[in-house]
């Protein structure tokens, strides 16, 4: 049972209510033992406003005692619900302060409002009519009546005049961009204004076709047009555009690999701590709740010290390959295994070992395995391009192992096993869409809270992914083998 704070018992809360119902209410209770009609809704209550008064009130009005679910901030993220601005803490307390509430519980899961219902022996579930119909199946359980929304208020409203609208542009106008702009829709606060392409025909058409206002070949006059970038051009073009960006003051979302050099991603995060500017790396893992909760779990000691992280990334190709050293197996896919291994072990890197071999038609890595060893663990990850392997992550711990089935990258079940089975747990996660919405929704947050660093995604696991990447890459060019 998830009781926040009862502020008035019962009886005090019953009589507490408005005038208009407190006296009809009032004669009633004095005259009878029956027991009160419990009334119960449910919200996220972010900035608080009128609309949600309202709501509140007539709740509490169809009967003597309400509760009131305030949903957590997880909740809402699952549910698609991004960009909420304020905490679940402070949201319990504005509903508190509205002295409508009898008590309120904490909304954490999917399905939790039937256990709410029997638990509490609420009679009525309230909600405001844009639910229409959603709610029928609690009918079986309780009466369930939906409540004029208040027209003209909203928190999404109010959010944007508060904080703004972040105006984006995008670069790139392959697939990751078309994701990009139907991912965007599902978050709150940004609008993409203007795209970039140096083929002034290819940006011209994909405006048209995304409904975008602004097109252009100049990358200055595309920066000047906007507050926020989308990097998803050439990956040998990050280094220069995101660079570019924040010389003019503009925050930058690039995707992985920002850059193949570890000294040029240092450069560029000093820059934008120089420059007061975002600068994110887009790997969308990293932001996706499953993936937050399994480096949680991982290092919550829940299967002991973590000896060892093997992470597996393959994917199914499709046309021309690119050149090296952009085009091959690590550079395209070791990024987000590279990540989970700095997530979870995060300590300094001893020493690293490849095995690889080539493209026959070029000289890019096909198929690769690097493992890395660190103070007092080892990993592994294991990319290649035109292949499809089991693309599985495995947590081995000291007294239990973490185990999450491909594709783990979009982690939605993750499975903790002990030698004693009875001690397992299963753990399952939403993953949106392409998932880019989590990314999208966190570049947001930062811009508008001005908050420069982001915990699920570091400066300090941009510089060890790119830190590996290199050294691969330059063992790649000497022809060295094995070791290095
Ligand atoms: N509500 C209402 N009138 C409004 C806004 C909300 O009656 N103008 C009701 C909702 O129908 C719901 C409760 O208040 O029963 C909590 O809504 P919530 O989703 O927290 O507020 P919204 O303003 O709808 O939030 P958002 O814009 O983020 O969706």
């Not at 033992?33 to 509140?56: N, S």
């Not at 009005?61 to 993220?77: K, N």
Request: proline share 4%; with cysteine; net charge negative.
């Amino acid at each position: 049972m998830y009781i926040v704070s009862v502020g008035r018992n019962h009886t005090e809360g019953a009589l507490d209510v408005p005038e208009h119902h407190s006296q009809s209410r009032g004669i009633q209770l004095m005259n009878t033992t029956q027991a009160p009609v419990k009334v119960i809704t449910y919200g996220t209550f972010d900035m608080l406003h009128e609309g949600h008064l309202r709501l509140l009130r007539r709740a509490k009005a169809l009967g003597d005692y309400l509760i009131v679910g305030v949903t957590t901030s997880s909740y809402d993220e699952t549910r698609g619900k991004l960009n909420v601005r304020d905490s679940m803490m402070t949201r319990i307390a504005n509903v508190q302060a509205t002295g409508l509430a009898d008590e309120v519980i904490i909304e954490d899961y999917e399905g939790q409002k039937i256990n709410d219902i029997q638990q509490h022996g609420a009679e009525i579930f309230a909600i405001g009519s844009d639910w229409l119909g959603k709610f029928d199946y609690l009918n079986d359980f309780c009466k369930v009546i939906y409540l004029e929304r208040t027209a003209g208020v909203s928190s999404t409203q109010l959010r944007a005049e508060k904080l703004g609208i972040v105006r984006l542009g995008i670069t790139g106008t392959g697939s990751a961009t078309n994701w990009f702009t139907d991912e965007a829709l599902k978050v709150s606060g940004l609008e993409i204004e203007s795209v970039f392409n140096t083929d002034a025909a290819i940006a011209r058409d994909f405006a048209k076709s995304n409904s975008i206002q602004n097109h252009f070949s100049d990358y200055d006059d595309f920066l000047v047009s906007v507050d926020a970038v989308f990097i998803a051009s050439p990956a040998q073009s990050h280094y220069r555009q995101i660079k570019r960006a924040l010389e003019s003051d503009v925050h930058v979302m690039c995707e992985r690999p920002l850059t193949l050099s570890q000294e040029e991603t240092a450069e560029l995060y000093a820059l934008a701590t120089e420059r007061g500017k975002v600068l994110l790396e887009e790997i969308k893992t990293a932001y996706c709740p499953g993936f937050i909760r399994l480096v949680a779990l991982a290092r919550s000691g829940l299967v002991g010290t973590v000896k060892c992280v093997d992470a597996t990334y393959t994917r199914l190709t499709e046309g021309p390959r690119m050149n090296a050293p952009f085009g091959g197996s690590v550079s395209q896919l070791a990024s987000t295994p590279l990540l989970a291994i700095s997530k979870i072990i995060d300590s300094p890197l001893q020493d690293m070992q490849a095995a690889t071999y080539p493209h026959p038609d070029d000289a890019v890595d096909e198929f690769s395995r690097i493992n890395l060893r660190f103070d007092s663990s080892i990993s592994s990850i294991t990319v290649g391009l035109g292949v499809e392997s089991e693309g599985h992550l495995t947590v081995t711990g000291t007294r239990g192992t973490i185990y999450v089935p491909g594709p783990w990258w979009q982690t939605t079940d993750i499975f903790v096993r002990f030698p004693e089975p009875s001690r397992n747990q299963t753990f399952h996660f939403p993953f949106a869409g392409d998932g880019l919405r989590y990314a999208i929704a966190e570049f947001v947050s930062m811009i508008q809270n001005n908050r420069l660093n982001s915990y699920k995604m570091r400066p300090k696991d941009s510089l060890f992914i790119s830190g590996v990447i290199e050294a691969f890459l330059q063992r790649q060019a000497r022809g060295t083998s094995d070791s290095f």
